[in-house]
């Protein structure tokens, strides 16, 4: 497993000094920099791979709910809020966790070890290993249906059921043959294979119909239909 490498993007000294001592506890964790601004991070996310954010949500420049649409979806979110009420636009836009404040460094812990699970994740030519809770399960690609997004889960809709595992969405996308799924939606990812018909702005998997964002919806008519 590399390193992993983080930004810390908070307008709070203190809140940016306790997560820099936190990820200096983490042996898979790099710092590159820390921000009080988000928009200084800019340019260090553009010249730079940066792999983990940890942002901040409350800042007076910008909100780090609206700088998170800014960046490239290669780069995996922690928000780090004193905000409750910010948790579920925080997991719509599919960030690997909701840190509320004042972070433990247990809590810190376990939502880094997201990015560090995701990434270490198996797949082979047609087989993915997926986590799901003290379990291990090894799916076949033929078998997924498609996945489903809900909050800080995804849940793989496979011919044998369901399973649910803690990871992102945007992670796992990384991590499927492109020849095969296809991301239709930011909840969702379908296997081409599996998919029937387009109707209106929905795909269809035998009866279920899966909606078609409008940002996909021309990448979707043109590659599956």
């Known amino acids: 497993m590399g390193t992993i490498k983080c930004l ?3 307008d709070e000294e203190l809140a940016r000094s306790l997560l820099k001592t936190y990820v200096a506890k983490v042996n898979f964790l790099e710092l590159v920099a820390d921000f009080e601004n988000p928009l200084d991070a800019i340019k260090v996310l553009k010249e730079q791979k940066i792999d983990l954010l940890l942002l901040d949500i409350q800042m007076p420049e910008i909100k780090g709910t609206e700088f998170a649409k800014m960046i490239s979806p290669d780069t995996q979110v922690i928000f780090t809020t004193a905000y409750s009420e910010y948790a579920l636009e925080g997991f719509e836009l599919n960030a690997i966790d ?3 404040k004042p972070i433990t460094f247990e809590r810190f812990l376990k939502a880094v070890n997201k990015i560090k699970t995701d990434t270490e994740q198996d797949t082979s030519e047609d087989t993915i290993i997926v986590k799901s809770g003290y379990d291990l399960h090894k799916i076949k690609f033929d078998s ?3 996945i489903e997004s809900d909050s800080e889960y995804v849940i793989y809709h496979t011919l044998q059921g369901k399973i649910m595992s803690n990871q992102s969405l945007t992670a796992l996308e990384k991590r499927l043959p492109k020849e095969l799924f296809m991301r239709v939606h930011r909840s969702y990812i379908v296997n081409k294979k599996k998919v029937s018909a387009l109707k209106g702005k929905d795909v269809f998997i035998e ?4 909606p078609v964002s409008a940002s996909y919806f021309d990448s979707v008519k043109s590659n599956l239909f």
């Open 98 to 100: 909701y840190l509320l």
């Open 144 to 146: 997924i249906l498609y």
């Open 8 to 10: 810390i993007v908070d």
């Open 207 to 210: 009866k279920v119909a899966i």
